[in-house]
């Protein structure tokens, strides 16, 4: 049995996350073609810096905050239940990310290939699969098999992830839904 470091462990979780590549590039192109844009943001980003993060605010939100727990300590000793697996020097990265994201993968999340085919898409996986970011996560992605079976059954046509892990073993399925983020992550499938 092995016993992955907080640090793989935090990366795992990382290999299932995935952000959208084309809306991102086309932000990057906005900020790229518009000078007036990077100075606004700019110009917002610092009143957000001194509006949010200037001691003279984050101190009284500290003291609201401590006084706020207090009460809670107070008033809810008895009932408070402890975490199901606490590890008070590192926290579990999906507990503590959980808000994060903008969207969550549902089994109804519509998946779609970017390739035109399924063959090239396998075989992009096929190369990603020799990268050390891949490599190290091998734990936690599907098998060769398994991948085919899900690049093939978007072939024709987008499918919600529901229905693209309902060929693949009942043990597996749950495994294999998580490891779709994974393919958005590497711009093998997109969310339509």
């Known amino acids: 049995m092995t016993i992955d470091t907080y640090d793989m462990y935090c990366g795992h979780a990382s290999t299932l996350v995935a952000v959208d590549i084309e809306a991102t590039a086309k932000a990057f192109l ?23 993060y200037d001691w003279a605010t984050i101190i009284p939100q500290y003291e609201s905050l401590w006084a706020e727990l207090k009460e809670i300590r107070h008033s809810q ?17 999906f507990y503590a990310f959980a808000s994060y994201p903008t969207q ?35 734990q936690v992605l599907p098998t060769e098999t398994e991948l085919q079976a899900i690049l093939a059954g978007l ?3 987008p499918q919600a992830a ?16 998580r490891a779709l983020v994974w393919l958005v992550k590497l711009g093998v499938l997109k969310v339509c």
């Open 30 to 52: 906005a900020l790229f073609k518009s000078r007036e844009l990077r100075l606004q943001m700019g110009a917002a980003g610092r009143e957000r810096a001194v509006k949010v």
């Open 162 to 177: 529901g229905t693209l892990i309902a060929v693949i073993a009942s043990e597996r399925q749950a495994f294999v839904f």
């Open 104 to 138: 969550t993968l549902l089994p109804e999340t519509v998946l779609q290939l970017v390739d035109s085919d399924a063959s090239t898409a396998i075989a992009r996986v096929t190369q990603y699969q020799s990268l050390a970011m891949v490599i190290y996560a091998s």
């Open 77 to 93: 000793a008895g009932d408070q239940k402890p975490v199901a697996h606490p590890w008070p020097a590192r926290l579990d990265p």
């Open 155 to 157: 072939a024709t046509s």
